[in-house]
């Protein structure tokens, strides 16, 4: 069976237990895309400000004006090229960004009642589109240099650093521990987010390219680094960050209690048909998720998909002030899920297992070094909630291998690798090496990782002198 119509399995293998209502708008989110009328009439919308605000706010500075004016002409193909001169992933990051936030927070049109130009949703019309009429990256007149560099992660990071070096005739050779490409992308952000057959396709288009990939391959153990200096010119590092944030409180080594990452990373492994000793099936669950950010809205989400009899989401600040995209929180209570806002957890309790949670009520009190205004807790607030299972969804840390000393990758006291560039962007204290996304800034997004990976590459081809 193909990558493709393996994927494709997973809609049929975990249709059963979801309500009819998620499945109506996972189907309006996946299939529905934007048809070419919206396009159009999106892309006319632009008023090509003289200061493009939302090139600047796009972290991979994609010439946002010039592909909407591209597909108000009906230019597809050349609006694809032109996406991809800036963007590795473009059908992704229009998937996945938070473009409130970012392109479309810095949109002119944001001060009128029609609000900003849909410009991910585009961004995603002009790759889909494209493909479906044949459209591929042409790399016809790359000349090989007769270089080869090694990528250790074929999360966004590694994909966009092998993407650009490959368009500078350098074989990529991409490592990865897991059994398909992605990172996150694939173990991590959900279907319902980001379908695995749009990774699957993009793993063919890479290939077609030239690049190639080894993977069930973990740096440091399968393979080792001093094997990967010796053989190669050059290798880049976008490793992720995967320690996962304990929410240090008194019952959390409760059966019932685990990190956010590994129930998602369950659910993907079991939607794929892939081998794991655990599958955690919340079906008849009342489930409490901790956080607030994006990893936490996609376990409530999974949860309800999955059939849970109750999700509640508790997170200590107010809604104004939760650090996920507006658009998941918006999703995840159309769905079901209760929010509880200023809510601290302070134990989980039961006999053996878990039983309930205890939180006590915040409010806001003053700001923090950062700014954001820090939760105080309200005396006599305590309740407990009772619950099946709880989700601890705090965030990750780096997690830096043992290795990296003996190479002379140094990192920071917070654990990112130190990527300053002592000749060129993105280069680590070993000249050889180069490092880019979450390992290197802490966790972020796809479309940083996108951007670092990137700027790594034009980094790798300056060292070798091929720019
Ligand atoms: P990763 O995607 O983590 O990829 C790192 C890769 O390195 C992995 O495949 C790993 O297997 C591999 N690797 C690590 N060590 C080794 C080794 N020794 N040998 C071989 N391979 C190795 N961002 C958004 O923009 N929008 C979202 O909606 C969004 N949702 C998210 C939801 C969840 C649940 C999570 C956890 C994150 C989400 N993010 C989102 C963040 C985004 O996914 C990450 O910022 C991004 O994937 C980081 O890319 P990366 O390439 O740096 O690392
Ligand atoms: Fe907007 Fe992200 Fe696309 Fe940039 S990459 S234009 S921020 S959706």
Redesign the pocket.
Known sequence: MSDVFQFLNIARKDGDKKPAAVRSKEFKEIYAQMGTDQAHAQAGRCLACGNPYCEWKCPVHNYIPNWLQLVDEGRIAEAAELSHRTNSLPEI?GR???QDRLCEGACTLNQVEAGAVTIGAVERYISETAFAQGWRPDLSRVTPSGKKVAI????????ACADVLARHGVQAVV????PE??????????EF??EKTVMARRREIFVDMGIEFQLN?????DISMADLLAQYDAVFM?????TYMQADIPGENLPGVMA??PF?ISNVNHCLGLPQDTFVDMQGQRVVVLGGG??AM?CNRTSIRQGAASVTCAYRRDEANMPG?KR?VANAKEEGVQFLWNRQPVAIVGAGKVEGIKLVTTELGAPDARGRRTPVVIEGSEEIIPCDRVLVAFG?RPNP?AWFADFGITTDPAGRVIAKGQSQPFQTANPKVFA????VRG???????VS??RQAAEGILGYLELN
């Open positions: 990051c996945v960004c938070p250790i992660g074929a999360g966004p990071a590694g994909l490592f990865d521990k897991y490409i992605g990172g996150l992308l694939t173990f991590g952000i959900p987010k980001l391959t973990e740096v440091g153990r976008g490793m992720g960050t995967y956010a990452l998602l994006d990893t996609d995209s998941e990750f291998a880019g996304g979450d390992m966790s972020d997004l796809v479309v940083t990782a670092e990976g």
